[in-house]
């Protein structure tokens, strides 16, 4: 059974920083991607970036300047480095892996979501 667990969510003012980190369990991820979503109040979740085991990431382009991942294989966690945040970044940051295997079962497995706001 595939486990996310978020953390480092918060309160931060516009121009500061946050690292929100998602551990996972119950598998071996490494043929899984793992990445993260948001979902800003009243708006569709939208994707932010993933990252593989090998280390290739994908960011919304619009993010990549501000925003970076990175993982640890050994300990199953992708990271999320968040710079010069901005009221717009206020949103439910949500953990995701995706199984990269042909003919998975499941594909898409979710976080329980952590609080981001930025304001003064």
């Known amino acids: 059974q595939v486990q996310l667990v978020e953390s480092g969510g918060g309160l931060v003012q516009p121009g500061g920083s946050l690292r929100l980190s998602c551990a996972a369990s119950g598998r071996d991820f490494s043929l899984y991607a793992m990445g993260w979503y948001r979902q800003p109040p009243g708006k569709q979740r939208e994707f932010i970036a993933s990252?593989?085991?090998?280390?290739?990431?994908h960011y919304q382009e619009s993010l990549k300047a501000r925003f970076t991942i990175s993982r640890d294989n050994n300990l199953n966690t992708v990271y999320l480095q968040m710079n010069s945040l901005e009221p717009e970044d206020t949103a439910v940051y949500y953990c995701?892996?995706?199984?990269?295997?042909?003919?998975?079962?499941?594909?898409?497995?979710w976080g329980q979501g952590t609080q981001v706001t930025v304001s003064s």
């Open positions: 995701h892996v995706e199984d990269l295997r042909a003919g998975a079962a499941v594909r898409d497995y």
């Open positions: 990252i593989t085991s090998a280390s290739s990431s």
